[in-house]
T-cell receptor
């Protein structure tokens, strides 16, 4: 079983602050995805990283895939209340011969105005 | 914009009763997933279909859970009998391709409360 550990589990910050959340595993993943989930809704894909060392930017969000493809980070610059939500990382690997995503437990972010 | 449809959004039932959830994936998406998400945690895969075939149900508690996708389009997840520990959000997702970079599109989920 491929496990993903996310940290911190909870994060409460003031609007305008910067933050980084982490996603770590002892397993190598073919790719890694980050999703954001708002209360009462399903997760929505933010980004997919595929290559070790890859960095992707999405407005104020910067995603990095570790060189060994075992870990990833999400950095948010100047957080806004609209960034509030549950951030989930998900690693793609093969299980039962098919494409599967294994999710971490998530980081619950609260941005206080 | 195409969406994954799920129903019901909310279900309250007593333990030992039967419950069923329905999912209609995005048109053309061959792969369909059912995930269970306990409050405050990440989604856990229950079952994965490729067209009408189950490709992975290793985490599905088969003594009480069943899932089908008879015509390879919509799908039903059933729990009988429901137990207190089944209270969770049940998420359906679909994807167009089985590639390792494929995006999963999630529905809004069905929240189950077992009393």
């Amino acid at each position: 079983t491929q496990l993903l550990e996310q940290s911190p589990q909870f994060l409460s910050i003031q609007e305008g602050e910067n933050l980084t959340v982490y996603c770590n595993s002892s397993s190598v993943f073919s790719s890694l995805q980050w999703y954001r989930q708002e209360p009462g809704e399903g997760p929505v894909l933010l980004v997919t990283v595929v290559t070790g060392g890859e960095v992707k930017k999405l407005k104020r969000l910067t995603f990095q895939f570790g060189d060994a493809r075992k870990d990833s980070s999400l950095h948010i610059t100047a957080a806004q209340p609209g960034d509030t939500g549950l951030y989930l990382c998900a690693g793609a690997g093969s299980g039962a011969g098919s494409y599967q995503l294994t999710f971490g437990k998530g980081t619950k972010l609260s941005v206080i105005p | 914009e195409a969406e994954v449809a799920q129903s019901p959004r909310y279900k309250i039932t007593e333990k030992s009763q039967a419950v069923a959830f329905w999912c209609d994936p995005i048109s053309g998406h061959a792969t369909l997933y059912w995930y269970r998400q306990i409050l405050g945690q990440g989604p856990e895969l229950l079952v994965q279909f490729q067209d009408e075939s189950v490709v992975d149900d290793s985490q599905l508690p088969k003594d009480r859970f069943s899932a089908e996708r008879l015509k390879g389009v919509d799908s039903t997840l059933k729990i009988q009998p429901a137990e207190l520990g089944d209270s969770a959000m049940y998420l359906c997702a679909s994807s167009l391709i089985r590639a390792l970079t494929g995006e999963l599109f999630f529905g809004e989920g069905s929240r189950l409360t077992v009393l």
